[in-house]
């Protein structure tokens, strides 16, 4: 089953390369008690994750913060090294946006959001969406038909609607 507007999020847990190495990240101790925004992409390094769907929401952090948002926080089916390597080569880690893996996709799934395309080497990966939410309930859920695009999806959208 898909989340949507007024379910909980699934109690899972991500992973972030820390300081000391991965670190593993309760998603419900993120969300409690604080407005999330988590957006969630098929691949890293992949061409409309990086050159869309990451910067639209480094271009609008600022602007959620000032709706009271406490954290952006992007999720992609890749490990950690990955996603801290990818934080860096976008500038999202330096705006402040949290970078989390989901690698072996267990969130991804809890959320009913996984797809896979073979042709293309995305397996049990994340359909493109972002939502907002407030101590766990999602308010907002804007998911994308296409993987390939990132216009519902984009943080200028999401923004609008909350």
């Not at 999330?36 to 609008?60: D, L, Q």
Request: aromatic letters at 6%; charged letters at 20%; glycine letters at 10%.
């Amino acid at each position: 089953m898909t989340i949507s507007v007024g379910d909980t999020l699934p109690d899972a847990n991500l992973i972030r390369l820390g300081d000391n190495g991965p670190e593993t990240v309760s998603l419900h101790a993120l969300a409690k008690g604080r407005k999330v925004v988590v957006f969630a992409v098929p691949g890293a390094f992949t061409p409309t994750c990086s050159s869309a769907h990451v910067p639209s929401f480094i271009r609008t952090k600022d602007k959620f913060a000032g709706k009271g948002v406490d954290e952006i926080i992007c999720v992609s089916v890749n490990d950690p090294f990955v996603m801290k390597a990818w934080g860096e080569a976008t500038g999202a880690t330096a705006a402040g946006i949290s970078m989390l893996a989901d690698a072996d996709s267990a969130f991804t799934k809890a959320m009913g959001l996984d797809f896979t395309a073979p042709p293309v080497g995305l397996l049990a990966r994340s359909k493109r969406y972002a939502l907002f939410a407030e101590d766990g309930v999602v308010k907002q859920m804007h998911l994308e038909e296409n993987a390939g695009a990132c216009e519902i999806s984009a943080g200028e959208s999401l923004l609008a609607a909350i």
